[in-house]
């Protein structure tokens, strides 16, 4: 007799439970883990469905009260055991119950508060709408909603319906009024629709350039000889990977197998996801993290029902339910948004691999800066390594000029544009070439500090400072906590307090006094909040409606704007500045990407770094262009200290409204791991790099080890720790591995 263990609810969070089964002997050869089983629950037996997460062959309750499964849900396919073992590894790498793991690569449909955007246009014809207008006019106590609306629909072409009612507080039934009139129409939509396709548009082809079709062939022969492997493609800025990625994926999909395209969300734009549309059509489907979980369901839906077969979307696109998956792809390998910041909190790469290895799927990573996690193993042959040295179609990479800014300050130039930086986009600008200027946000904030004493104003919840706002408040952007500037410093009395500018904002009001006549935009977290700034942002000045684009590294990544011939990076250094191990990786990586943002059309580029640090490996390696140079110094550093990739690390974090309590426990989670592991690496426990967030406190514990199933082995003893725990229930753990950012 075989027994199995059932998960009933994955929606709720404290039924992290499994129920144990009798497997009848008709169904023994139809019943693994992952399957989708009804089974009779509670008093009535209730006939409600579960899924299969373990089986045995020893009862663990008395057999006597066990009822067996009813039957097996007809069309449970081969697709829900993969996921279900997906989440099964979730859990045991990264640390989660298995409700959390199961709901991360399984969507959950919530009926309930399900949100489809609305959108409002005109009925009629804009004359027809001013007669309308005119006449409500002529009405006392006209509805001065359905004036607004008017107005506004004279001016847009179609209107946001959350818009309409919070912006301009038009009441929806004057929406519904004008609209049972026939004078407006009202459209549900989806946040990505497909767009139609004008007939032209499809199947342009480009024919692949050798080094792309050697890259292609090689990958589609191993496919053929049905040889599954992960591919690292190592492609210099604008070397055309996305056309070696869609010539394999073509390929895949002529086999009748389906294709998940990851891409950063920051890089799924318009421009990208076109590309896929132009060349695939209807098979492609976009997910993005601004979808419903309802929308996001209806997606997963349409994959498991075969009407797709290629799913573009951020990290999460990873659990796209295809049944038979041939191929994954990681566009930009390295970029920290792979790694979730939820819990579980895992790798897209690493979860990739595994996902791959079940169905049997190829992988191909693509970056112009491989992760030195993927170059490490490409190094050691765990992954094949394929190159593409120069550019699409031949373009020269750009040139590169450091220029030292001590040396700038010493001959008296005091502001962040320096005198060559200056020269070259004069030039520019007279020549109707574009510019891009580029610079780090992290460290140059609108905190607000006092000039005599030093004090920094932080929120009195959390552990971060306060941000000044135009509106003369100042904001705590964890916990939203808002208060009106002071004027005078808290801690000395003095008045000269003030904020330092965003960056960015004070680099746009340097550029607009240097060239007056020059048309300046500028991107960053401010100027991109509304739902299409971003978007809008971009193609204006893909459109060439400015000369000047100013931004953080939003405007980095994977736009090719090929009228750019100057890219300035205002301050390399200041990623460099930042406690974490990875800050070499993150300066050479945006470096890398930000000068090959230059000369990507027919004019050559020049890229101008200024920096603090000239000699410094990473700015010299980004500048000299040089990928391998970079990596062996960088692999020696992280050699030498034993992180990552040549060890791991295991971040544990204890949080709790009571600092005694966070403090107390984190002491003895540490003590525990003395225990259990002798001889282990531990670090802490000290504070987290936010000590408190929302009144919570939180301490952290690192320890590292290079092997990664000793640090599991940890885990499972605190999680064993915990359940049994009877003291400090109030706290609460979890567990980073292999963390991108600080905890
Ligand atoms: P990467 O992802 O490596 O930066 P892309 O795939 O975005 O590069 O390609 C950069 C640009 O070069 C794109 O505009 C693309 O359409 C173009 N391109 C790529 N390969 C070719 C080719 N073989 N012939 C012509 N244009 C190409
Ligand atoms: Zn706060
Ligand atoms: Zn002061």
């Excluded at 030292?404 to 130039?413: I, P, Q």
Aim: with cysteine; proline share 3%; hydrophobic share 35%.
């Amino acid at each position: 007799m075989k027994y199995a263990d059932i998960i009933i609810d994955i929606s709720h969070e404290r039924l992290d439970k499994t129920f144990e089964y009798i497997v009848p002997t008709e169904l023994e050869n139809q019943i693994y883990e992952g399957v989708q089983v009804v089974i009779p629950f509670g008093q009535g037996n209730r006939a409600i469905t579960g899924y299969v997460v373990g089986l045995h062959d020893k009862p663990e309750f008395d057999v006597t009260k066990l009822k067996p499964i009813a039957r097996v849900v007809k069309d449970s396919i081969a697709i829900e055991s993969q996921l279900i073992s997906l989440a099964a590894f979730l859990k045991r790498n990264y640390g989660s119950t298995m409700n959390q793991a199961l709901k991360t690569v399984i969507p959950i449909k919530r009926k309930e508060n399900e949100k489809i955007k609305k959108e409002i246009s005109l009925n009629v014809s804009l004359e027809q709408a001013k007669i309308e207008l005119t006449e409500l006019l002529t009405k006392k106590n006209h509805a001065v909603g359905k004036e607004r609306l008017l107005r506004q629909l004279l001016e847009v072409d179609v209107l946001d319906w959350e818009l309409a009612t919070k912006k301009l507080q038009v009441p929806s039934a004057n929406i519904r009024d004008l609209e049972k009139k026939g004078i407006i129409h009202i459209e549900s939509v989806r946040t990505f629709r497909n767009p139609h396709l004008q007939e032209d548009s499809n199947k342009k082809h480009i024919t692949l350039n050798d080094e792309q079709e050697a890259a292609a062939e090689t990958i589609k022969a191993n496919i053929d000889m049905g040889r599954r492997k992960t591919y690292l493609i190592h492609g210099v800025t604008g070397s055309g990977k996305t056309e070696v990625y869609m010539d394999v994926m073509e390929h895949v999909i002529s086999m009748g197998q389906q294709v998940i395209v990851l891409i950063p969300e920051i890089a799924l734009t318009y421009q990208t996801v076109m590309r896929f549309y132009t060349r695939f059509g209807d098979k492609v489907s976009i997910l993005n993290s601004r979808m419903s979980p309802g929308e996001r369901f209806d997606q997963f839906e349409r994959a498991k029902s075969g009407e797709i077969s290629i799913m573009v979307g951020p990290r999460s696109a990873l659990f796209t339910p295809f049944s038979n998956l041939g191929l994954i792809i990681i566009d930009e390998e390295h970029e920290p948004s792979y790694k979730s910041e939820v819990i579980p909190r895992y790798h897209a790469r690493e979860t990739a691999v595994y996902r791959a290895k079940l169905a049997n799927a190829s992988v191909i990573l693509g970056s112009a800066t491989p992760s030195l996690e993927a170059y490490s193993r490409a190094r050691s042959g765990e992954y094949q390594l394929i190159t593409l040295h120069n550019r699409a179609m031949g373009q020269d990479m750009a040139s590169c000029e450091i220029v030292d800014l001590r040396a700038e300050l010493k001959s008296g130039n005091r502001s962040m544009i320096s005198r060559r930086l200056r020269e070259l986009m004069a030039d520019r600008l007279a020549k109707k070439q574009q510019i891009m200027l580029f610079l780090n946000r992290r460290g140059l904030m609108g905190f607000v500090s006092c000039r005599e004493c030093g004090h920094v104003l932080k929120c009195p919840h959390c552990d971060v400072s306060l941000h000044l706002h135009r509106d003369g408040t100042m904001k705590c952007h964890y916990c939203g906590f808002t208060t009106r500037a002071t004027k005078i410093c808290p801690s000395c009395g003095s008045k000269y307090i003030g904020s330092f500018k965003a960056g960015t904002q004070r680099l746009e009001e340097i550029v607009k006094e240097m060239f007056p006549q020059a048309r300046v935009l500028r991107m960053d977290a401010d100027t991109t909040s509304g739902k299409n700034g971003h978007e809008e942002i971009l193609s204006a000045f893909a459109a060439h409606e400015a000369d000047v684009l100013i931004g953080t590294q939003m405007i980095v990544k994977g736009h090719d704007f090929a009228n750019v011939t100057l890219v300035g990076i205002i301050a390399a250094d200041i990623s460099l500045n930042e406690s974490d191990y990875h800050s070499g990786e993150r300066t050479f990586q945006l470096l890398t990407q930000a000068v090959g943002r230059a000369g990507r059309g027919s004019e050559p580029g020049i890229a101008v770094i200024q920096t603090y640090q000239p000699d410094n490996y990473a700015v010299v390696s980004a500048a000299a262009q040089d990928y391998d140079s970079f990596y062996s110094q960088e692999f020696g550093f992280r050699n030498l200290l034993s992180y990552p990739p040549c060890s791991h690390i295991l971040g544990i974090q204890v949080s709790c409204e009571k600092q005694q309590d966070a403090v107390a426990q984190a002491d003895l989670l540490a003590k525990l791991i003395k225990n259990v592991e002798p001889e282990i690496v531990i670090m802490g426990p000290e504070d987290a790099y936010y000590g408190k967030l929302k009144d919570v406190y939180r301490r952290v514990i690192y320890i590292k080890d290079d092997d990664y199933d000793k640090l599991v082995r940890v885990k499972d003893e605190i999680d064993k720790f915990l359940l049994e725990q009877k003291q400090y229930r109030n706290t609460s753990t979890w567990f980073d591995f292999d963390p991108i950012n600080t905890l």
